[in-house]
């Protein structure tokens, strides 16, 4: 099965800063790569996604960008601010009638005032 | 995401009570799953099913069970709960598909067992 790693495992930021987590993965099949972000007390939700056809992808502060030779793709949250205080989660695969996927086992981001 | 729906959001019970956790979900996906966390920690996958007639065990389906009843139903069962199982339960779907999967979470059920 997928290895799944983040890094780091705690990230504390000033508001205003820009956060970057990096996740590693292990399967070369994985062609879809999602980021989920966890606030306290709340479900995880898809918060931006890139396939493997696309090298970066921007939704306003954040982007996710990626690297299937070195097989990690990494988060990007630019001028961050409170709200994003949260844990965040990836989970690269390949989807298929019969493949688990694992989620990383999280980043908690901590963006102080 | 309205679409899961997880009840009870909070129960409280004792040690050696069985209790069950439901799931209901209106997306028509094959895929459901139930995780565990713990506070703090990720996320620990205990049982998933990828259509009715499937059921698979996860990382940490010791003293848990689960019923698929429907598409819609995934229920999760603590035979006889025990203080460790105090933590925070996630019910996820997910679509079949080959160009990657994404989850959708219900709401969390939290329980303590005392």
């Known amino acids: 099965g997928e290895n799944v790693e983040q890094h780091p495992s705690t990230l504390s930021v000033q508001e205003g800063d820009s956060a970057v987590i990096k996740c590693t993965y292990s399967?070369?099949?994985?062609?879809?790569f999602p980021w989920y972000k966890q606030e306290l007390g709340k479900r995880p939700q898809l918060i931006i996604d890139i396939r493997s056809n696309v090298g970066e992808k921007k939704d306003q502060r954040i982007a996710v960008t990626l690297n299937k030779t070195a097989k990690h793709f990494s988060l990007h949250i630019t001028e961050t601010q409170p709200e994003d205080s949260a844990v965040y989660f990836c989970a690269p695969n390949s989807g298929g009638s019969n493949y688990k996927l694992t989620f990383g086992k999280g980043t908690l981001l901590t963006v102080n005032p | 995401d309205a679409d899961v729906t997880q009840t009870p959001r909070n129960r409280i019970t004792k040690t050696g009570k069985r209790i069950m956790l439901e799931c209901s979900q209106t997306?028509?996906?094959?895929?459901m799953y139930w995780y565990r966390q713990d506070p703090g920690l990720g996320l620990q996958l205990i049982y998933y099913?990828?259509?009715?007639?499937?059921?698979n065990k996860g990382e940490i389906s010791d003293g848990y069970s689960v019923s698929r009843q429907a598409q819609a139903k995934f229920s999760l069962s603590l035979e006889s709960a025990i203080p460790n199982q105090t933590a925070l339960y996630f019910c996820?779907?997910?679509?079949?598909?080959?160009?990657?999967?994404?989850?959708?979470f219900g709401p969390g059920t939290r329980l303590l067992v005392l």
């Open positions: 996820a779907t997910s679509d079949r598909t080959g160009s990657g999967e994404t989850q959708y």
């Open positions: 399967d070369s099949a994985s062609n879809y």
């Open positions: 997306k028509g996906h094959d895929r």
């Open positions: 099913s990828f259509d009715v007639k499937d059921i």
